[in-house]
């Protein structure tokens, strides 16, 4: 009875995580930009991101891979946000090694999640990679403060900035047209038209002349349509 009670109150005590669609945990901390809450983006879209630790050479690469393409986000719409349980202190000496050993210049703001608060609340503890420091855990978050997509990496192993970049940019060709996007979809490629609930729907499916029509199904057409 004991233990089945202990299990009881560690599973209330784990906090929840985070849920596609849902809106994200909300959060306030300080940052190497000063403070920063979920609030502050609204409007935009936001990339949050975590890494474990500063100054280590996975989580250097991942860094300028989003430094070189901020641009790119910034002109979709999108700001950058990275975390770890580092402090300002240690995300500044770090922000600074980088532009003096690589050339390269953050530009965005890294909270500093000492208390791992925000980390916490967006499950990037797994106690099996480390106790004491972050995944890597990218969280999309939308211009009305809705969790839109969550991918997790192991310590080991570096992201892919493209990757992440492409995300975003289906998100919202899916959100303007109301349309599925393909694997490996790029900007200008066919979108999946969403399949029909009807079998009125599926007939007229089958009949559209401005798409690509395989099956009931499987119909693709542009974007712009």
Known sequence: ??????????????????????????????????????????????????HPAD????????????ARRADEFAAIGAELLGLSIDSTYSH????????????????FPIIADLKMEV??????IHP???????VRATFIID?????????????????SIDEILRL???LQTSDKYKVATPEGWQP??????????TVDEAEKRVGMKDADVKDWYFVTRKAAV
């Open 1 to 50: 009875m004991t233990d089945t009670m202990n299990e009881t109150v560690t599973e209330q005590a784990a906090p929840a995580m985070p849920r596609l669609n849902e809106p994200a945990p909300d959060f306030t901390a300080p940052t190497t930009h000063g403070e920063k809450s979920l609030s502050d983006y609204r409007g935009k879209w936001l990339v949050l991101f975590s």
């Open 55 to 66: 100054f280590t050479p996975v989580c250097t690469t991942e860094f300028m891979a989003f």
């Open 92 to 107: 500044i000496a770090w922000v600074r090694n980088i532009r003096e050993k690589f050339g390269v210049d953050i530009p």
């Open 119 to 124: 980390a916490k609340k967006y499950g990037m």
């Open 128 to 134: 099996g990679a480390a106790d004491t420091s972050a």
């Open 143 to 159: 211009p009305e403060g809705v969790l839109r997509a969550m991918v997790y990496y192991p310590m080991t192993n570096g992201r």
């Open 168 to 170: 975003v940019k289906a």
């Open 188 to 197: 200008g490629d066919p979108v999946i038209v969403p399949p029909p609930a």
